[in-house]
């Protein structure tokens, strides 16, 4: 009870320091030093929704370690909507426990004793999406909470915020998080609708960028009031944004469809590969307590994984489109580039690429590919072999609805 009261009392005063006019705005900043590179982790949404239960919240830390994930460098174990029960006669959130009878601490300490961490969801409104208390009007005192549980992320949505402006919704809980004092990682799932983008940066350590992805490679599911999207309209959707993201602050297209069933293997690959070369975070969304040896494959695949986390922090760019086929190229450290060819179509395309015909330039990130200067040894980032130099023209065939991703480094 007395930590109670004084939670309570640290949150009136922080309220009311941050309430002031001006002051407020001056005050708020979100923790520097996270996110220098995309986050890689998983989130409970994707496949089980409401249905999140400690048990398997455990077992889900337990198998990011047998299954190789966390070796790859996946680190956040995230809680999406519904872990919440009421609010006590203080306005202190409390996890339901029916579902997590051992309290987020404990749950907490457990991820953490695996060299993991813990991602929690809540929300700007009134209400989450799934209909339970959301942070408006308790931002301080959730703030404090997390902090006391040992929460390492926060998805933060954008349901039921009516009257609310995002800007400064937002601001608030980074406030809150600066002020409850422990380093947390902001994501904001505004789904694009007031260009995060934009004031993002300085407020959050990611931001989304569309509304939900849906469990399909190239359709769209349309709910009446608004549509969930495919993997390829998604990626569509990260047209002009580039030049917003980096190290510290990254354009989020959504969580991982992969391993969820209804994605060609193929389909997975370009997923996989085109998050990659967007910068995107790497959430995975399936059950990784149960995953074929296909899908550990692609989300553990290391050379696709050092493009995703390479430290220059460029998101990649679109350089061609003809007929469903389409070349991507993203810069790299060390004078390394990534070259992604996408196979949209439902038809073997056949590539024959000369690479010193091409003029390959990133104007806003001032880096060139210069393969009439330079030799570049070229290595297929799914299947770790050799495809020869750019002295000489590829060509290869890439499969309908999927993708040929190379890394090409300097000979």
């Not at 926060?154 to 937002?170: F, I, M, R, S, V």
């Not at 059950?287 to 493009?307: A, G, H, P, Y």
């Not at 000489?392 to 609805?401: A, E, I, Q, Y």
């Amino acid at each position: 009870m007395k930590l109670r009261f004084f939670l309570l009392i640290t949150m009136l005063v922080s309220s009311a320091a941050f309430g002031q006019g001006n002051n407020y705005v001056q005050n708020y900043k979100k923790y520097d030093g996270l996110a220098l590179t995309p986050p890689m982790g998983w989130n409970s949404w994707n496949k089980f929704a409401c249905n999140v239960d400690e048990k398997l919240i455990r077992e889900t830390a337990d198998a990011m370690l047998s299954s190789g994930m966390k070796q790859a460098g996946y680190t956040y174990i995230n809680i999406d909507d519904c872990w919440h029960g009421e609010r006590d006669s203080l306005g202190f959130i409390h996890p339901d426990l029916k579902r997590f009878p051992s309290g987020m601490k404990a749950l907490a300490d457990y991820i953490h004793s695996k060299g993991l961490k813990l991602g929690l969801y809540s929300d700007a409104g009134s209400q989450t999406c799934g209909g339970r208390p959301g942070s408006r009007g308790f931002e301080f005192q959730d703030a404090l909470t997390y902090a006391s549980w040992g929460v390492d992320y926060l998805k933060y949505d954008w349901c039921n915020t009516e009257g609310l402006k995002a800007e400064g919704a937002y601001k608030t809980i980074t406030a809150a998080l600066r002020k409850a004092g422990r380093p947390m990682i902001l994501s904001i799932c505004e789904w694009g609708t007031d260009k995060p983008w934009v004031w993002g940066p300085a407020v959050g350590h990611l931001w989304r960028t569309s509304g939900d992805i849906f469990n399909c490679f190239d359709c769209v599911e349309d709910h009446g009031t608004w549509k969930s999207w495919g993997v390829m309209q998604i990626l569509d959707k990260q047209d002009g944004l580039r030049e917003y993201a980096g190290p510290g602050h990254w354009n989020d297209p959504d969580m991982l469809e992969i391993g969820n069933g209804k994605l060609t293997a193929g389909e997975d690959r370009a997923h996989f590969s085109m998050w990659a070369m967007l910068a995107a975070p790497l959430i995975a969304g399936n059950d990784l307590r149960n995953m074929n040896q296909e899908t550990k494959e692609v989300l553990t695949n290391k050379k696709i994984i050092s493009i995703n986390q390479d430290s220059l922090g460029i998101q990649g760019f679109r350089y061609s489109k003809v007929n469903g086929f389409e070349v991507w190229f993203k810069p790299l450290s060390n004078g390394k580039w990534a070259v992604s060819f996408l196979n949209r179509s439902s038809e073997v395309k056949k590539l024959d690429f000369d690479w010193k015909k091409e003029k390959v330039k990133d104007d806003i990130f001032n880096k060139q590919l210069n393969t009439n200067t330079v030799l570049y040894k070229i290595g297929n980032a799914w299947t770790g072999k050799s495809m020869g130099t750019t002295k000489n023209s590829l060509k290869t065939d890439v499969p309908p609805h999927d993708v040929l991703t190379l890394i090409l480094e300097e000979s």
